[in-house]
Structures are given as structure tokens and as C-alpha cells.
T-cell receptor, first 112, second 114 residues
Framework: KQEVTQIPAALSVPEGENLVLNCSFT??????LQWFRQDPGKGLTSLLLIQSSQREQTSGRLNASLDKSSGRSTLYIAASQPGDSATYLC???????????FGTGTRLTVIP | GAGVSQSPRYKVAKRGQDVALRCDPI?????LFWYQQALGQGPEFLTYFQNEAQLDKSGLPSDRFFAERPEGSVSTLKIQRTQQEDSAVYLC????????????FGPGTRLTVL
């Protein structure tokens, strides 16, 4: 079974800082990897999707990287803002599978 | 509607009661997923539908859990004889194509079993 681990579990930073969230997974036979954002009481919003053949994806202040061979992904958030406060979830989809395997998330707080 | 909707948003049940949770996917979406998210954990896969066919139910934790999507649109997740360990947020997601990439998630139903 695919195990997905996210470090740290919680992170608190002052506004304006750059930060990195980490995700590791045990089975490298992945089809793709996604980073989601979850706000309290709301569903998940997909932020970035990286196909297994790609090394990184960028959207605005967000950059996600993927190293399949080492089973790692990072989400880099530049110039953090209070509105970035949320739980960030990493999820992988295995080749031939339909469902996602999620990590336990990193709860980010950006202090004004 | 514009997104995936779920009802009820909150459900409190006494232990032993049966509950039914509803998911309205985005119109025309082929794939539908149910996930269970316990407090402080990431979502865990329960079951997957492609149109009306339930292709994968390997994540259902016991035979008390049952899901259906009879007309290939609305889906219902039913939990019989609820237990305290069933307390969680139940998330529904849909995607346009089979294979599941590009899912849109609903807001979830928070189930509390007393």
C-alpha cells in the first residue's frame, strides 16, 4: 500500500516569508502527484498536478517539484500571505489506479 | 450547480442508527469517488464509480458501508448500525473522465456518532 508522509505537520510563519512543505511516498510507480489546499469546512482545491514524467509545475507564487526516484515532492510558497493559511495535502495516484493516496497534511498559519 | 454538492453538511447520529449521505456530482462527470477523512488525517479512499458501475469498493471498511449510483449521477453512501469510529468527514469527488484525474471535491458531510 502506498504510504504518503508530510512534514511538518504544522507550520507557522510571519507574512512575507518563503516556505517549503515536504511530501514523501513509498511506491515510486506513480502516475501523478497533486497538491491540494483544504480550508476548514470546505472541500479540497487542487493547486498543482505533476505528471510522473514532469519535474515541476508552477502556478503564481506556488512551485511544486517531483523526484520520483527518491519518492519526494516539495511545495514552495513564495512571499506567503495570511490568505495562504490552510491545510495543504499531498496526494499520489499510482499507475493503473483510479483513487488518490493522501498524506496527513501540513497545517500552515501565516501571521500578519 | 457549479460544483459538487453534498448533503447534509452535518449529521449527528446515535450509535446503532443508519445514515445516508448524498453526493450530487458535476453534471456529466463520469467518475465519482467517496473518501473518509478522520480528524487530523488525510482523506482515505472508500469507493469509486464509473457512471453507474461501482468498479472499486476496496476501501469500504466493513459490510456496514454501502454505496450506490443507480443512474450514473447522484450517489448515496449508506452506513448501517453506525459506530463511534465512523465519525469523520465524508468527501465526494467527481471528474469528467474515467481514470479520475482532475477531480473536483465537494465540501463534505461531517458525521458525528454519539
Amino acid at each position: 500500500k502506498q504510504e504518503v508522509t508530510q512534514i511538518p505537520a504544522a507550520l507557522s510563519v510571519p507574512e512575507g516569508e518563503n516556505l517549503v512543505l515536504n511530501c514523501s511516498f513509498t511506491d515510486s510507480a506513480i502516475y501523478n502527484l497533486q497538491w491540494f489546499r483544504q480550508d476548514p469546512g470546505k472541500g479540497l482545491t487542487s493547486l498543482l498536478l505533476i505528471q510522473s514524467s514532469q519535474r515541476e509545475q508552477t502556478s503564481g507564487r506556488l512551485n511544486a517539484s517531483l523526484d520520483k526516484s527518491s519518492g519526494r515532492s516539495t511545495l514552495y510558497i513564495a512571499a506567503s500571505q495570511p490568505g495562504d493559511s490552510a491545510t495543504y495535502l499531498c496526494a499520489v495516484r499510482l499507475t493503473g489506479a483510479n483513487n488518490l493516496f493522501f498524506g496527513t497534511g501540513t497545517r500552515l498559519t501565516v501571521i500578519p | 450547480g457549479a460544483g459538487v454538492s453534498q448533503s447534509p453538511r452535518y449529521k449527528v447520529a446515535k450509535r446503532g442508527q443508519d445514515v445516508a449521505l448524498r453526493c450530487d456530482p458535476i453534471s456529466g462527470h463520469v467518475s465519482l469517488f467517496w473518501y473518509q477523512q478522520a480528524l487530523g488525517q488525510g482523506p482515505e479512499f472508500l469507493t469509486y464509480f464509473q457512471n453507474e458501475a461501482q468498479l472499486d469498493k476496496s476501501g469500504l471498511p466493513s459490510d456496514r458501508f454501502f454505496a450506490e449510483r443507480p443512474e450514473g449521477s447522484v450517489s448515496t453512501l449508506k452506513i448501517q448500525r453506525t459506530q463511534q469510529e465512523d465519525s469523520a468527514v465524508y468527501l465526494c469527488a467527481s471528474s469528467l473522465t474515467s481514470g479520475g484525474a482532475g477531480e473536483y471535491f465537494g465540501p463534505g458531510t461531517r458525521l458525528t456518532v454519539l
